[in-house]
């Protein structure tokens, strides 16, 4: 049966603001992932572009002494050309860590909000409360 009208509002804004917690945290474990894989490129880079005289032509030692400005050129093309490969990694990783915690089964739909007596998706379909139980390792994206 379907809810009040100030029951529907207060459902939807519950569910909002959990969808919107779940996307946050999803955005935060992908901000940390990229961050922690993409780390070689970001120090490579940055010391390329720190050590060469057209750009920021750093005082320090290690450019005075290491880097002049073709081995600072070839870091700033090595870090752009593994990072390529870096980014696949860690989308790989990513989808790998969302898929086995089950991360974008957390987003609740807006019809738990307009009808009453219906169940949250965690009970119905597993989620996160399933794998208390034992994980079914045969779940596919599309369901």
């Known amino acids: 049966e379907p809810r009040s009208t100030c029951c529907c509002l207060a ?9 919107i ?6 955005l935060l474990l992908l901000f940390v992932i990229f961050t922690i894989v993409l780390l070689p490129t970001i120090v490579v880079v940055y010391f390329g572009f720190q050590c ?9 030692r ?8 073709s081995s600072s050129s070839a870091l700033i ?8 490969p870096l980014i696949v990694a860690a989308m790989a990783i990513y989808c790998s860590l969302a ?3 089950r991360l974008l089964l957390c ?11 219906v169940k949250w998706r965690c009970y119905e379909e597993g989620g996160l409360c399933r794998c208390a139980r034992g994980c ?8």
């Not at 093309?77 to 390529?84: A, E, N, P």
């Open 11 to 19: 459902w939807t804004l519950l569910i909002l603001t959990l969808n």
């Open 21 to 26: 917690l779940v996307f946050f945290m999803n």
């Open 52 to 60: 060469h005289s057209k750009v920021l032509h750093s005082a320090a």
């Open 62 to 69: 290690y450019c005075r002494s290491f880097l002049d400005d």
């Open 77 to 84: 093309i090595l870090g752009f050309v593994i990072m390529s």
């Open 99 to 101: 898929r086995r915690f």
């Open 107 to 117: 987003f609740q739909p807006y019809s738990r909000a307009v009808y009453k007596g």
């Open 136 to 143: 079914n390792t045969q779940v596919k994206a599309w369901v």
